[in-house]
């Protein structure tokens, strides 16, 4: 339902999610500190509320970071799992509507955390995001890890 465009770009429904989501797992709207972590495995915490969802918990991420807010656009959290030799999985991008203190603290386990990536593929982006010192360690920071991680797959 959510990806009909007319209900996905109606806040009423996006509101309606929300309030479900923080019903269902029953967490009380509070200020709480979250850790999102970076590609190189740095963490920013923020103070945000439970119920905010992705878009301000982004913004706060990337404010804290001082990256201009034309380029916070070009990232996105996402939800990974650690793995038991040290790396980790993607299990997916965090959705607009959705609380992500909610959504993890509803997973119940330690393994899972938020990483701030960048979110797209046509690297001619990456012309503008290297053009700011603060997107150039973001960006930096991810291609060392992703290489890394080619490597061991071969």
Request: charged content about 25%; overall charge negative.
């Amino acid at each position: 339902v959510r990806q009909d465009t007319i209900l996905g770009a109606s806040e009423t429904f996006n509101s309606f999610l929300r309030q479900s989501q923080q019903e269902t797992q029953q967490i009380p709207t509070e200020e709480v500190q979250l850790e999102v972590f970076l590609s190189n495995c740095q963490k920013v915490k923020v103070s945000i509320l439970t119920s905010d969802q992705t878009e301000d918990v982004l913004e706060a991420v990337t404010n804290k970071l001082d990256l201009p807010e034309d380029l916070i656009g070009y990232f996105s959290l996402y939800l990974i799992r650690d793995t038991s030799d040290g790396s980790f999985s993607f299990v997916r991008k965090l959705q607009d509507f959705e609380l992500p203190y909610v959504s993890l603290t509803s997973l119940r386990h330690r393994d899972y955390k938020i990483i701030l990536r960048k979110s797209y593929w046509d690297s001619s982006y990456d012309e503008d995001v290297m053009e700011n010192r603060v997107g150039l360690n973001l960006l930096y920071a991810q291609v060392g890890v992703d290489n890394e991680e080619i490597e061991e797959f071969q």
